[in-house]
T-cell receptor, first 112, second 114 residues
Framework: DAEITQSPRHKITETGRQVTLACHQT?????MFWYRQDLGHGLRLIHYSYGVHDTNKGEVSDGYSVSRSNTEDLPLTLESAASSQTSVYFCASSTGPPGELFFGEGSRLTVL | AQTVTQSQPEMSVQEAETVTLSCTYD???????LFWYKQPPSRQMILVIRQEAYKQQNATENRFSVNFQKAAKSFSLKISDSQLGDAAMYFC???????????FGAGTRLTVKP
């Protein structure tokens, strides 16, 4: 069965360190997304990609970057982790509208 | 940018009863799609129901149905015969037909009392 997987599921890091969260999907979807989930804010879009070598900023992109070198993967990098980036991160993929988004199981990141 | 508002941070319902979760959205577009997702304690995001804006008929999936009021930009979720397994966080979401991203509301935490 096709799926979307995230790693690591849990990570603790220190302020200032670089962190990369991996996302891998086997749906062969062109569209991939990164969201962060915080209490009271729901899911907020960080970055998204419509295909290989395409990346776009979402509503909360400061401090984050992504790259898309193939269809299956969209890693999310925090260049210099900050305590404000402590959150649960979700990766998702989809076909174009009206398709639903298929989500990974989330990665909980704690920045101390 | 489109915004999605869920005005009820928490709701509770008695088992076997009916509950309605509210959602409103702001858009200038005429062609879009609306979704309700469920997030149980496992954290997995599960699609509950989807509505195309061009369809007047409200979507239904078993015990879940929506009341879609396009002019009012309202998209509420009704859960009938509530079950303990319905307890979860519920997110309303908007997806434009013009761009590919999906925007979410802040969520409503539903508690089901036995």
């Amino acid at each position: 069965d096709a799926e979307i997987t995230q790693s690591p599921r849990h990570k603790i890091t220190e302020t200032g360190r670089q962190v990369t969260l991996a996302c891998h999907q086997t749906w062969n979807h062109n569209n991939m997304f990164w969201y962060r989930q915080d209490l009271g804010h729901g899911l907020r879009l960080i970055h998204y990609s419509y295909g290989v070598h395409d990346t776009n900023k979402g509503e909360v992109s400061d401090g984050y970057s992504v790259s898309r070198s193939n269809t299956e993967d969209l890693p999310l990098t925090l260049e210099s982790a900050a305590s404000s980036q402590t959150s649960v991160y979700f990766c998702a993929s989809s076909t174009g509208p009206p398709g639903e988004l298929f989500f990974g199981e989330g990665s909980r990141l704690t920045v101390l | 940018a489109q915004t999605v508002t869920q005005s009820q941070p928490e709701m509770s319902v008695q088992e076997a009863e009916t509950v309605t979760l509210s959602c409103t959205y702001d858009t200038s577009e005429s062609d879009y799609y609306l979704f309700w997702y469920k997030q149980p304690p496992s954290r997995q995001m599960i699609l509950v129901i989807r509505q195309e804006a061009y369809k007047q008929q409200n979507a239904t999936e078993n015990r879940f149905s929506v009341n879609f009021q396009k002019a009012a930009k309202s998209f509420s979720l009704k859960i009938s015969d509530s079950q303990l397994g319905d307890a979860a966080m519920y997110f309303c979401a908007y997806r434009s037909n013009n761009n590919n991203d999906m925007r979410f509301g802040a969520g409503t935490r539903l508690t089901v009392k036995p």
